[in-house]
Every structure is written in structure tokens, then in C-alpha cells.
């Protein structure tokens, strides 16, 4: 039987590259979007991947959507926490929804999501976690005291899942991209943008498929002794 695996946002930008590549690599994958319907049913239709909606900042709706995917496709083997969004502004602007909204969607859905997973993965025995963080939450990144502390909270929260998940198989790992090229990125101003490729030593944005292809090892059974980590991948542009 094919392991099983979730993706969270996972019918567009990097997501979408990650379901491919989960695909790919053999798993029977589902995608979790949010809103963007018209891209769910075009990615379903191109892929063969059914596409599942709900938000995942909602704890209950989570358990719903769990639920939903493991009636249909079995346990869920390998989570990727991938849905995220952007609400940049420096401090002194930004609204208090300009924050929840961020914290929300990006770092207590790994707790919606995962808390939801956790006691399946523990009565089998196996389990790959692995949350999207970013280059921002490592360095910080003006205008995003929300985006940055909810990418650096992912961080915290895999390496304290490595320790209560290894006596069980489960791995927890975090994945921190640099500029890669999707609709969030091309959002960003372009003459801020132009700055910030300037900063990137390989001259250029990332492709989704260079984080999938890092997803696909760490959902592997060959990346067992790997938990807790965070993987940079930004193109020489930050060591952490
Ligand atoms: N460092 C230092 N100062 C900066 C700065 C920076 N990076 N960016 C702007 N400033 C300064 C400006 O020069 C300006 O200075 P003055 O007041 O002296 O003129 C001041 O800050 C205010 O700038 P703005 O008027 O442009 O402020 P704003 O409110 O209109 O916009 C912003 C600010 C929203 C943060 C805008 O600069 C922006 O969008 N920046 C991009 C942020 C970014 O990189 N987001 C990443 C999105 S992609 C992503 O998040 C994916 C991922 O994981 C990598």
C-alpha cells in the first residue's frame, strides 16, 4: 500500500510542486487548499490529486478535513505544512488582524494540523512531519514581524516534535526556503524585489520543485535519522 501523504496549501506554488513530487515518488497524496477553488479544480483535473478545502487556522476544521482525507485515502503518513500567507508592513503599521491572520495561518496550523495526526502516527509507529519555514523566520525581514515569528516559531516547534516523536518514528523537520519564484514573491514590490534578488548569490529566485525535491527525501524512510533539522534552501543567500 502506497504511504499516504497531506499537503497543506498544496495546489499551488511550492505546494503544488510538493504534491507532484510526493506523487511522483509513489504516495498517494492529498491537497488541502483554502479559498482559491478555480486553481483546486485545475490542479485536480492536471494532477489526478484530489484537492480538499479548509482552513487550516481553524483547529475543528482541521479535524474535519483529517478526517475526510483518511476515509478516503487511509492514515496519514507524511504531513507537509506548507499553507502560508503574507501581511507585510513594519510594525508601526500593521493591525492587529495584519498579525493574527499570519500567526494563525502559519504557525498555529502546525499545531491544528499536527495535534490532529499525532496519536495516529503514534499507534503506527511512523510518521514524517515537515513544516515549510522560510529564509525570514532565520534572518527576519523588515516589514514582517508577523510572517518572521511565525516562520521562526516552525523552527522551535519541529525540534521540540523531533524529541517526543522519536521513541515513535515519527520525524519532524523543517524546510526553510529563500525567494522562491511564486505568486506570494512576485507580490512583493518589484523595485523591492529587484534589491533583494541582488542578494541572492545565484543571481536568481528558486524554482518550487528545488524545496520538492528536498520534501520527497525527508518523507523518505531513507531520512529516518534526520529530526528536528532545518534545511536551507535560498540559493547562498543566508546561513544559519
Ligand atoms: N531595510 C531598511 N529599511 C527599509 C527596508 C529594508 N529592507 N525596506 C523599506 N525600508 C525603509 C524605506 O526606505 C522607508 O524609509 P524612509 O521612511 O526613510 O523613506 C521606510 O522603510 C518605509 O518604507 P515604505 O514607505 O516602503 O513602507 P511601506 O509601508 O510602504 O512598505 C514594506 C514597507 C511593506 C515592508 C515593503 O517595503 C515591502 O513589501 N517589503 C518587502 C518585504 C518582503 O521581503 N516580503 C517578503 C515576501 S515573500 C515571502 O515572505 C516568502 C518567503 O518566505 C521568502
Redesign the pocket.
Known amino acids: 500500500m502506497a504511504r499516504v501523504a497531506l499537503v497543506t496549501g498544496g495546489t499551488r506554488g511550492i505546494g503544488e510542486a510538493i504534491s507532484v513530487a510526493l506523487k511522483t515518488a509513489g504516495f498517494a497524496v492529498a491537497a488541502n487548499f483554502a479559498g482559491n477553488e478555480e486553481a483546486a479544480k485545475a490542479f485536480t483535473e492536471k494532477t489526478g490529486i484530489p484537492s480538499y478545502k479548509w482552513d487550516v487556522s481553524d483547529f475543528e476544521a482541521c479535524k474535519a478535513g483529517i478526517a475526510k482525507v483518511e476515509a478516503e485515502l487511509g492514515p496519514v503518513d507524511v504531513l507537509v505544512n506548507n499553507a ?1 500567507i ?1 501581511r ?3 510594525l508601526h ?1 500593521m493591525s492587529l488582524e495584519q498579525w493574527q491572520a499570519v500567526i494563525n495561518t502559519n504557525l498555529s496550523s502546525a499545531f491544528n494540523m499536527c495535534r490532529n495526526l499525532i496519536d495516529g502516527m503514534r499507534d503506527r509507529k511512523f510518521g514524517r512531519i515537515i513544516c515549510i519555514s ?3 523566520g532565520q534572518k527576519g ?4 514581524t508577523n ?1 518572521s515569528a511565525a ?1 521562526a516559531g516552525e523552527i522551535g516547534f519541529v525540534r521540540a516534535l523531533a524529541q517526543e516523536g522519536a521513541k515513535y518514528g515519527i520525524t519532524a523537520n523543517a524546510i526553510a ?4 519564484g511564486t505568486d ?2 512576485r ?3 518589484e523595485d ?1 524585489l529587484k534589491k ?1 534578488i541582488g542578494t541572492i548569490p545565484v543571481g536568481r529566485l528558486g524554482e518550487p520543485e528545488d524545496i520538492a525535491r528536498a520534501v520527497v527525501f525527508l518523507a523518505s524512510d531513507d531520512a529516518s535519522f534526520v529530526s528536528g533539522s532545518t534545511l536551507s534552501i535560498n540559493g547562498a543567500q543566508y546561513f544559519s
Open positions: 502560508g503574507t507585510d508592513a513594519p503599521k522560510s529564509v525570514n525581514q523588515f516589514g514582517q510572517y516562520k526556503p529563500g525567494y522562491i506570494m514573491v507580490a512583493v514590490p523591492v533583494i
